[in-house]
């Protein structure tokens, strides 16, 4: 009888710390917060990296890139979460600075990896401008490693080892595509984690994402505005976005300061700060979806400069607070990162 005791007590015991080391979070790190083509203080391109696990896996089971800007490698690595380990890579849109980390990201992949396992590229179906050309992630894809392959340097590489798959970093891509529509899908899902997808505004094919974990939610924006693309209207921020982030924990999103609006006379052209959510308004939205943090990315005019590109702010460089005040000024009351490269938000927090 007393060792049946002793038994069941170590039982409890074991059960209790497996429960502790089991416990799920959820850990959203900014790879990168640039905002645009411009490079600032060597900030690195725009990226969000998305985490599952449990305390015992450091968080780290599920390993998710959304978006690959310039120096993701690097940045990576920073965070301990290297490049091979990725299951998934999403895009929001064809737009440089959230794409052109992706061929360095895949030729290292090909490199130590060749023998997989494929990355899953999860992006928009090739979608047509109104102007006829088409925004292709599918061909970005295809055509990732060509300056190496056109170069001669693959083939040099591919007779030095022939494990490496002959078609260059492509052959290691699995794209994903989806039609991105004002209503929420299922994209892709490992597991307990499910990643839902929205069409939203910025450029055609633009895409906005959320993820579902035990530990916590988080929707990336990417570069989303209102489908109205200039005032008159209700918000700078997308009826989609907000939709897709009803009870999310985390929203994180690219954000532009109202100092940059044509009213404040930077010379900032007026249809590309009306295509971005302001710092205000995405505070406003993330009141109404009932978010605790709001993680303001891709910062448009970045922390300290002087200029945005070529055009000067209104007032001199601005700070955490013009940020924070501006979010505040919009009604949010909870949590408000304004990014840095590398801030990471854990759930629950440790
Ligand atoms: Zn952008």
């Not at 899953?120 to 109104?130: F, I, K, Y």
């Not at 959320?210 to 918000?235: C, E, F, L, Y």
């Not at 009932?290 to 300290?304: C, E, N």
């Amino acid at each position: 009888m007393k060792r049946a005791c002793q038994l069941s007590a170590v039982a409890i015991l074991f059960t209790s710390s497996m429960q502790l080391q089991a416990a799920p979070c959820l850990q959203v790190t900014l790879t990168g917060t640039q905002g645009g083509p411009p490079v600032f203080n060597g900030q690195a391109g725009s990226g969000t990296l998305v985490q599952y696990g449990d305390d015992e896996s450091n968080c780290s089971a599920v390993n998710l890139q959304f978006d690959t800007g310039r120096g993701t490698t690097q940045q990576l690595s920073k965070a301990k979460s290297p490049v091979g380990k990725l299951q998934a890579i999403f895009l929001t849109h064809m737009h440089s600075d959230h794409t052109e980390g992706l061929a360095d990201m895949m030729q290292l992949r090909w490199h130590f990896g060749s023998g997989g396992p494929k990355v899953d590229l999860v992006c928009s179906a090739d979608a047509e401008s109104p102007a006829g050309h088409v925004l292709s992630c599918q061909k970005l894809a295809k055509h990732v490693g060509d300056a190496f392959i056109e170069s001669g340097e693959m083939a040099q590489r591919l007779a030095e080892n022939k494990k490496r798959l002959p078609g260059g970093p492509a052959d290691l891509i699995n794209v994903v595509a989806f039609q991105p529509s004002a209503e929420s899908t299922q994209v892709w899902a490992s597991g307990d984690v499910v990643v839902t997808a929205i069409g939203s505004r910025h450029i055609p094919g633009h895409a906005s994402y959320r993820v579902d974990t035990p530990a916590g939610s988080v929707v990336i924006g990417g570069d989303a505005g209102n489908d109205k693309p200039k005032p008159p209207r209700d918000t700078s921020t997308s009826a989609q976005v907000e939709k897709l982030a009803m009870g999310a924990d985390i929203v994180v999103h690219s954000t532009i300061h109202p100092v940059m609006g044509p009213d404040q006379n930077s010379g900032f052209p007026p249809p590309i700060y009306f295509r971005q959510s302001t710092a205000t308004d995405l505070g406003a939205m993330a009141k109404r979806t009932g978010s605790k943090h709001l993680m303001l990315t891709h910062l448009i005019p970045p922390l300290g400069a002087k200029n945005q590109g070529p055009y000067p702010i209104p007032g001199g460089a601005l700070t955490e607070a013009s940020y924070t005040d501006a979010v505040v000024a919009g009604g949010f009351e909870g949590n408000v990162i304004v990014g840095t490269d590398l801030v990471s938000l854990r759930l629950p927090a440790q």
